[in-house]
């Protein structure tokens, strides 16, 4: 059984970068599937942020392009994304999740992250 | 980017009653439209996909129909642990993946 876990920092002082960490058990993240990251502010809906598939390609949200880089560590079986220049707008849970084409059948239970001085 | 609509906001519904919530596409996507749940402090949940498919363990009062545009999730008859937020996905022609802005199902 396929599970995600989420790490961080929790809190972030604006203009630096996040560094966020997606340990996952029970698969290969470089067999098959994509994986993707999902942000949620609060009291808000979910927002993709970008999806890394199994080959290592990847693809982004076109507005959030500029500031967020997601890669793989096959053989940790980790997926990372960091966050440049953070702002207040980037306070959120951030999720992993496998997906299945565009689906998210799996997912972390997601990491709090601040941004405040 | 396709935006995802969804009403009403908030569904005040009783136990054992029938909950419809609607999602609309700003253009066509197919089927391609999935529907989540999610509870307070919880990760979003795989509910529906396809626009009609459950996802595996997902009870059958949980319903999905619509394609094209506009998207309906039927809960049959509601239980105590139904009472939660649902969003709705669009997954057509990514990216962009979006999702709709949430209908909260609260206890009448």
Known sequence: QVQLQESGPGLVKPSETLSL????????????????????????????????????????????KSRFTISMDTSNNQLSLKVGSVTAADTAVYYCARQEGGIFDVWG????????? | EIVMTQSPATLSVSPGERA?????????????????????????????????????????????????????????SLQSEDFALYYCQNYDNWPPLTFGGGTRVEIK
């Open chain 1, 21 to 64: 960490m997606c340990t996952v058990s029970g698969y290969s993240i470089g067999s098959g599937f994509y994986w993707g990251w999902i942000r949620q502010p609060p009291g808000k809906g979910p927002e993709w942020i970008g999806t890394i598939y199994h080959s290592g390609t990847t693809s982004y949200n076109p507005p959030l």
């Open chain 2, 20 to 76: 419809t919530l609607s999602c609309r596409a700003s253009q066509y996507i197919s089927r391609h439209l999935a529907w989540y749940q999610q509870k307070p402090g919880q990760a979003p949940r795989l509910l529906i996909y396809d626009a009609s498919t459950r996802a595996t363990g997902i009870p059958d009062r949980f319903s999905g129909s619509g394609s094209g545009t506009e998207f309906t999730l039927t809960i049959s």
């Open chain 1, 109 to 117: 239970q997601g990491t709090v992250v601040t941004v405040s001085s």
